[in-house]
């Protein structure tokens, strides 16, 4: 018998089944199918409005920064703006998400937002996020050309652009948006939900930022609710 | 029970009470006689409770099943210890789990047992006491009372209605003395480091009288304090409703000639 | 990094950690600042009891249906072009996890942190087949150079200061220089996190736990705070996810419910930083990702421990809740309970997995407070099944045979109130007597636990019940 076999017969054996329960088996494949809802805290279920000063209040509650710009022709001005608060080199990487290409960088005179391999020694990256969670202030980012996801984690400082109107009240609603992007019960490789910038407090309870992951997360809502 | 008629209550004197500090059971039946009930007192020894926490279920029944039948005749079982009432109102109907027998006897049994305070508070709906001390005192929440049956506000509401006593609440007035029955003798070095916690927490308010309304927390806390030199006095929350004050406190000697305080 | 448990020592390990001040400034944090912290995190969610109804809800029907949710999770996790392997004990696990490393070719392997590589001592057998594994989690790294087991399921460096780790790092890292100012923490971090970021870069594979596994979609989700772990899963040539047969979640839905209690009372926090959903391998057009994807899910004495006393148990999430509000734990800290799990999912689980022969002393060195029920973010009855631990020690004669002697005396009485009224009649007005002087004894024969760190009230004189009696005669 297979470890498999083994295992599953003893589960059966506990619970006292055959696995062949035709009524067992309908109430888990309704339940995937169907993916009830359960309890949805009510902060993130306000106007349009309420959610995004949601976001933006819960965003610097997890030590991230944000701002807000009109259109995404602002972007340029306002990742340049940070890279200067900082002190940062005028450079950062991003993957060849189409939102991110179509923003016009020159704009911004010497600020380099480049393309290409993940580089170690790039101390700045531009993602644009899938969505962004109200609730928690949290991103949504997922994986591929468009976004790598070693630009979330690589680098010291993550920039990552979102549509307002991508700003949702709950997770509910992401894992809905999910799957009518990639499809019923099929995700890409990598989703990351992030919450302001990596953090650690293993050392006498200290909480210090940028632990391996990114030490500044700074967020860029872009158009109106 | 028709309106007006006064509620025979059987008094649960638990263990140490009877054995350690007869003068709270007389404070519970002060209280539960001025609310206008008749008190008695069957013959009994224990609820079971060290049976029950050390394994020993069928002794835990078998006690369980004298104090069900010996309490049957009275309207309400009180009992001056959240611990003694937690056995009692929710460990006994899970002592009789799947016996048709005796589960129904269990579940109304603990329907009508209740701990002291919250059943002068929650049942009688009494709101004050009439009684006087002059004293600062603090209140140490017993775990069982509070997490098994509630007892939090009730106990606060009646002392707020002593008068001259002014309550000083603890740091973490609800974390554990560190007595939990059998654990403080099986684990005397554990136990002491929690109590020690606790005691440093009651000396910290500045208070001069520590109250509960659990006799084995209570003899847990003025056992250390008085191993430490503390100079608070500790009684029973049921001694100070019931303006029963005049007994030495917990741990103090008979006919105390007035210790020195500083 | 011993696994032989030493919990048959709980009492001893607990006099040493008693004893340690280290350990005991340590642990001031957990009793005042993680607490405090939690309080105020659930408090702002008004939904939070809700949720632990509803996480408690997903977990039972889960488990009752554990089989038919494995089998989908499986399906889907080969669909995504990821691999499934069943482990029935630590040693299928172990052998397993080498067989996949030894098949990369690994050198090193970088490690998220993992209950369950603790739980089978994953980090000694590749050690001693010449794999080198590092742990990334800053706590975990700590303890790893100080060849100790994790102390708390969350934060497993919880019982050092800084100064130990500050040494630890000056003995570790000798090829940096000596006169470098290691007197912050965040130095401290900085140079794990360089010296960490060489071994992600380097590692050949990358070994995880998993939070949940989804059946809905086959991923595996791990929550951090330092984004170690997807630097473990993301950049090496292959990702291997350690993973026990509970931790199946049917949809992404039921996973909300979860995250929701999760963090608030792990870290106090309303969402961790890193939540990470996995699925597949590297995917044609993904420009990085791990080659390959396998899952090993364990059992190990779970499957067992369904239908019966301690199913319960199976609901936990790994918060560390229960343990940071014990007073118990406050006082000893996790080592002393002598392996992986601590404080009171530790007392409950570890009997179950290694054995209530070795494991005995755990689910009896608790007052039953409660505080860890009150906390559980699914409502596990932690204390009931301390005791059903109790009642199986004494069914099988496995408490010592003063404690089984003395509660036979005391029962003897007890289930007899007449003659227990005569015997508590005669020892309360003997050692009213003795005792009325001071009101209370230094030392008392038979009761020196407790008369060594307290003094012990004298009795008032007579029982209640005789006094109650006479006072009756005498009213008629």
Redesign the interface.
């Known amino acids: 018998m297979s470890a498999r076999e083994q295992i599953l017969a003893a589960i059966r054996r506990s619970l006292g089944v055959t696995g062949n329960e035709a009524p067992r088996r309908k109430e888990v494949a309704d339940r995937i199918a169907g993916h009830p809802r359960g309890v949805i805290p009510a902060r993130g279920q306000g106007s349009p409005q309420e959610r995004l000063d949601l976001f933006a209040r819960m965003v610097e509650q997890a030590a991230g920064s944000i701002a807000r710009v009109n259109d995404p022709a602002d972007v340029p001005a306002e990742v340049a703006a940070f890279l200067r608060r900082y002190n940062l080199p005028m450079a950062a990487r991003r993957g060849v998400d189409p939102r991110l290409a179509d923003i016009p960088w020159q704009r911004a005179g010497t600020l380099e937002i480049s393309t290409g391999a993940p580089d170690p020694k790039m101390l700045s990256s531009v993602s644009h996020a899938f969505a962004g969670v109200a609730e928690t202030g949290t991103l949504v980012l997922t994986s591929g050309a468009d976004n790598p996801t070693s630009l979330n984690f690589l680098p010291d400082n993550h920039i990552v652009v979102v549509d307002a109107k991508d700003v949702t009240g709950d997770y509910e609603t992401v894992w809905q948006r999910l799957r009518e992007k990639f499809g019923d019960a099929v995700l890409p490789r990598t989703v990351n939900l992030i919450t302001g910038p990596s953090r650690s407090a293993d050392i006498e309870q200290t909480l210090i930022l940028g632990a391996h992951g990114p030490r500044r997360l700074h967020v860029i809502v872009v158009g109106a609710a | 029970m028709p309106e007006g008629q006064a509620k025979r209550v059987g008094l649960f004197?638990t263990?140490l009470?009877?054995?350690?500090?007869?003068?709270v059971?007389?404070a519970a039946v002060k209280l539960l006689e001025d609310a206008g009930c008749i008190v008695e007192?069957p013959?009994?020894?224990?609820c079971?409770q060290?049976?029950?926490?050390?394994?020993?279920?069928a002794?835990a029944r078998?006690?369980a099943e004298?104090v069900i039948e010996?309490f049957a005749p009275y309207d309400y079982v009180v009992a001056p210890s959240g611990s003694c009432g937690g056995q009692l109102k929710t460990h006994f109907p899970?002592l009789f789990h799947g016996d048709p027998n005796w589960l129904p006897r269990a579940d109304a049994f603990a329907a009508k047992t209740f701990e002291l305070v919250s059943f002068l508070v929650d049942v009688l709906g009494i709101v004050r006491v009439d009684a006087s001390l002059e004293a600062t005192a603090t209140y140490h929440d017993s775990?069982?009372g509070l997490?098994?049956l509630g007892v939090r506000a009730q106990p606060r509401r009646l002392l707020g209605s002593v008068r001259g006593l002014t309550l000083k609440e603890m740091r973490d007035p609800d974390?554990?003395c560190?007595?939990?029955?059998t654990?403080?003798?099986?684990?005397?070095?554990?136990?002491?480091?929690?109590?020690e916690k606790k005691a440093a927490n009651v000396a910290a308010t500045g208070a001069s009288l520590l109250i509960a309304g659990d006799l084995g927390c209570l003899?847990?806390m003025?056992?250390?304090l008085?191993?430490e030199g503390k100079p608070v006095e500790v009684r029973h929350v049921a001694e100070v409703l019931a303006g029963m004050t005049s007994?030495?406190a917990?741990?103090?000697?008979?006919h105390?000639q007035a210790e020195p305080r500083r | 990094m011993t696994h032989v448990a030493t919990s048959p020592h709980f009492k001893e390990n607990a006099k040493a950690a008693l004893a340690d001040t280290e350990l005991q400034n340590a642990l001031k944090f957990v009793e005042v600042n993680i607490v405090t912290r939690r309080r105020e995190v659930v408090d702002r969610l008004p939904e939070f009891d809700a949720l632990r109804d509803s996480a408690r809800d997903i977990k039972n029907h889960t488990l009752a249906h554990l089989d038919l949710y494995l089998e989908a999770y499986e399906q889907k996790v080969t669909a995504a072009g990821g691999y499934v392997h069943y482990a029935v004990t630590a040693e299928d696990a172990k052998r397993i996890v080498l067989d996949l490393c030894r098949k990369f070719g690994a050198r090193t392997v970088t490690k998220g942190k993992s209950m369950i590589g603790e739980e089978i001592g994953i980090n000694d057998h590749l050690e001693a087949n010449g794999i080198v594994p590092v742990e990334t989690d800053l706590g975990e790294y700590i303890i790893q150079l100080r060849h100790e087991m994790p102390s708390h399921i969350i934060m497993p460096a919880v019982h050092l200061t800084k100064t130990q780790i500050e040494a630890d790092f000056r003995r570790a890292h000798d090829k940096l220089p000596a006169d470098r100012d290691l007197t912050e923490a965040t130095s401290l971090l900085t140079e794990a996190r360089t010296i960490l970021r060489e071994k992600f870069l380097a590692a050949d594979v990358g070994i995880t736990g998993a939070n949940f596994l989804v059946a809905e979609t086959g991923t595996s989700i791990i929550v951090t705070n330092e984004g170690n772990g997807d630097l473990t899963q993301t950049l090496p040539k292959a990702h291997i996810v350690l993973a026990s047969i509970e931790k199946l979640v049917p949809t992404f839905e039921d996973v909300s419910q979860l995250l929701r209690v999760l963090a608030r009372s792990a870290t106090a926090q309303e969402m961790s930083v890193y939540t990470t959903l996995s699925t597949g391998p590297r995917r044609a057009d993904d420009p990085d990702g791990p080659g390959e994807y396998h899952v090993v899910i364990l059992d190990n004495g779970r499957s067992s421990m369904l239908g019966g006393d301690f199913a319960d148990m199976l609901r936990c999430i790994r918060c560390g809740a229960c343990m940071n509000h014990c007073p118990v734990f406050h006082a000893v800290g996790g080592h002393a309970y002598g392996w992986v799990y601590p404080g009171p999912m530790g007392a409950v689980l570890t009997p179950s997995l290694i054995g209530v022969d070795q494991a005995g002393q755990l689910p009896n060195a608790s007052t039953f407070c409660g505080r860890c029920e009150e906390v559980c973010p699914v409502r596990i009855p932690l204390p009931r099944m301390m005791r059903s631990w109790r009642e199986r020690e004494f069914e099988r004669h496995l408490s010592p045979a003063t404690v089984r002697g003395g509660l036979a005396f005391w029962a003897f009485f007890a289930k007899r109130p007449r003659l227990y009224g005569l015997a508590t009649s005669l020892l309360a007005r003997l050692l009213a007597l003795i005792g009325r002087r001071k009101g209370r004894f230094g030392w008392l024969p038979l009761a020196s636990g407790w008369t060594r760190h307290r003094e012990f009230p004298a009795p008032q004189g007579a029982t209640f019940q005789a006094q109650w009696k006479a006072h009756k005669a005498g009213r008629r």
């Open positions: 004197v263990c009470v009877d054995m350690i500090r007869p003068s059971a007389f007192v013959r009994q020894s224990c079971g060290p049976a029950f926490n050390s394994g020993d279920r002794t078998a006690i004298q010996a899970e775990c069982s997490r098994e974390v554990c560190g007595f939990g029955g654990f403080c003798v099986k684990y005397p070095d554990i136990s002491n480091a929690i109590v003899m847990n003025a056992g250390k008085q191993r007994e030495p917990i741990g103090a000697p008979a105390a």
